[in-house]
Structure formats: structure tokens, C-alpha cells
């Protein structure tokens, strides 16, 4: 069993900074590759950033420079590092997860993320 737990987020101005922690809480550990992915109203679910089991990454064009993605805990938690927030970075930011065969490509292809949390909200105000 797989169950993905957001934390962090909120609201903050332009420039400023924020946290999004994600953890597999399921007993089962059955996941291999971890990304985030964001939600603006009217737009695509866009792929951001993944971390491989062996901690490697792949961040999307759109946020590379200002956001880092890194294990937390384990391999089976990560945070993703916003810096330099822009108003158009404001989207629901879901946590997701691959199986555990997958090996991230890169760039990912973010089809093999089946896994997903709740989401949670980033607001960035100008």
C-alpha cells in the first residue's frame, strides 16, 4: 500500500521562499522514482521534479534555477526547495510516485508516476 502525505506550502510573496515535504506512509515501500507536479486553474498537470532511488534528478525547464528536489528522511520521502517564488508558480502541487521498477529517465516520463497524494496549495502574491 502506497499512501503519499503532503506538508508545507501556503502563501508568500514574490521572491520569497517555501518547502514542500512528501512521504510515503504506507507499510509496503513500494515506490521507486518520487515528483512533484503542479496545477494551475485552467492548465495542464505539469511535471517539476523527480528524484531517483539513488538520489538523482531531473527538474523541468520552467523551475530549473530556483527549485531543488532532495531525499528528506529516506528514499521514500523528498522535499522540493522553492526559491525566488513567482506569481505564476501560485498551483496545486501534488506529490506523486512511480513503482519500484521504474528507473527515472531523463527527462522523466512523468506518464510512469502513478501514485498520488492529496495536493497542496503554494499561493505567490505580487
Known amino acids: 500500500q502506497v499512501r503519499l502525505v503532503e506538508s508545507g506550502g501556503g502563501s508568500v510573496q514574490a521572491g520569497g521562499s517555501l518547502r514542500l515535504s512528501c512521504e510515503d506512509s504506507?507499510?509496503?515501500?513500494?515506490?521507486?522514482?518520487m515528483a512533484w507536479f503542479r496545477q494551475s486553474p485552467g492548465k495542464p498537470r505539469e511535471g517539476i521534479a523527480a528524484?531517483?532511488?539513488?538520489?538523482?534528478?531531473s527538474i523541468a525547464d520552467s523551475v530549473r534555477g530556483r527549485f531543488t528536489i532532495s531525499h528528506a528522511t529516506t528514499k521514500y520521502s523528498m522535499t522540493l526547495f522553492m526559491d525566488n517564488l513567482k506569481p505564476e508558480d501560485t498551483a496545486m502541487y501534488y506529490c506523486?510516485?512511480?513503482?519500484?521498477?521504474?528507473?527515472?529517465?531523463?527527462?522523466?516520463?512523468?506518464?510512469?508516476?502513478?501514485?498520488w497524494g492529496q495536493g497542496i496549495r503554494v499561493t505567490v502574491s505580487a
Open positions: 506523486a510516485a512511480a513503482p519500484k521498477w521504474i528507473i527515472l529517465a531523463h527527462p522523466p516520463n512523468w506518464s510512469e508516476f502513478k501514485y
Open positions: 504506507g507499510s509496503s515501500h513500494a515506490i521507486g522514482p
Open positions: 528524484i531517483d532511488e539513488d538520489a538523482s534528478t
